[in-house]
């Protein structure tokens, strides 16, 4: 998630301090992904290093952390960037590093690790994010700042959603492969070959009557 697009788009409706930034931020997406306060002054510099964004003439004042702070406005290429970022397509051929997605590729090749263990655990986690997200959902009202908040809680279910689908696809795929080397495993020791068994030497005759 880039956050230097994030603020300049905040920007675009009037000048804020690095606090409001932040607080305009997390209210708007629910505060899923939390700002750090200084986090958003780095950024701040970047930007107005990088001309996208610079200080609101008469606008400095105190912050609620006590400190004095420059309130901040979009500059011409701060605006032709946010107008950039809400025209293009968020590219895909790079995909975010999946934390799950890693753990669960490594299990199926680490000995001794409990895949089927380890999805079932992943699965009531997700199912409980799910029922939180749902019921999150239901409380998000009307207003913009709501509908904002409400989108991103409809992503936040999609998504899990679909990660409990792919959770039980692995389950299955997991499931058939250690039954498919099971089968090989039978096979090859059907076909290996046994050492034959010495023949019983029958008695002649005269050793029968004696």
């Known amino acids: 998630m880039s956050v230097k697009l994030a603020l300049l788009?905040?920007?675009?409706?009037?000048?804020?301090?690095?606090?409001?930034?932040?607080?305009?931020?997390?209210?708007?997406?629910?505060?899923t992904w939390p700002l750090n306060v200084g986090q958003v002054y780095t950024?701040?510099?970047?930007?107005?290093?990088?001309?996208?964004v610079e200080p609101a003439p008469g606008a400095e004042g105190a912050e609620a952390d006590?400190?004095?702070?420059?309130?901040?406005?979009?500059?011409d290429r701060g605006r032709e960037e946010v107008a950039a970022w809400f025209t293009t397509p968020v590219a895909r051929t790079q995909p975010a590093r999946d934390e799950l997605a890693i753990k669960?590729?490594?299990?199926?090749?680490?000995?001794?690790?409990?895949?089927?263990?380890?999805?079932?655990?992943q699965r009531t986690a997700s199912m409980t994010a799910l029922q939180d997200y749902t019921r999150l959902k239901r409380r998000a009202g009307d207003t913009d700042g709501d509908l904002a908040w409400s989108l991103v809680l409809d992503s936040l279910v999609f998504a899990a959603e679909?990660?409990?689908?792919?959770?039980?696809?692995?389950?299955?795929?997991?499931?058939?492969?250690?039954?498919?080397?099971?089968?090989?495993?039978?096979?090859?020791?059907?076909t290996t070959p046994q050492p034959a068994t010495q023949p019983v030497e029958q008695p002649t005759e005269q050793e029968a009557g004696r």
């Open 43 to 52: 950024t701040l510099t970047r930007l107005e290093r990088d001309g996208l």
């Open 66 to 75: 006590g400190q004095s702070q420059q309130r901040y406005r979009l500059t």
């Open 9 to 31: 788009a905040l920007l675009e409706t009037e000048p804020m301090y690095g606090y409001q930034l932040r607080t305009e931020f997390e209210a708007r997406t629910g505060s």
């Open 104 to 121: 669960i590729a490594l299990a199926v090749t680490v000995p001794g690790v409990d895949v089927g263990a380890l999805l079932q655990r």
């Open 162 to 190: 679909a990660e409990i689908r792919w959770l039980d696809h692995c389950e299955t795929r997991v499931r058939r492969a250690a039954r498919e080397r099971g089968e090989r495993g039978d096979s090859a020791a059907a």
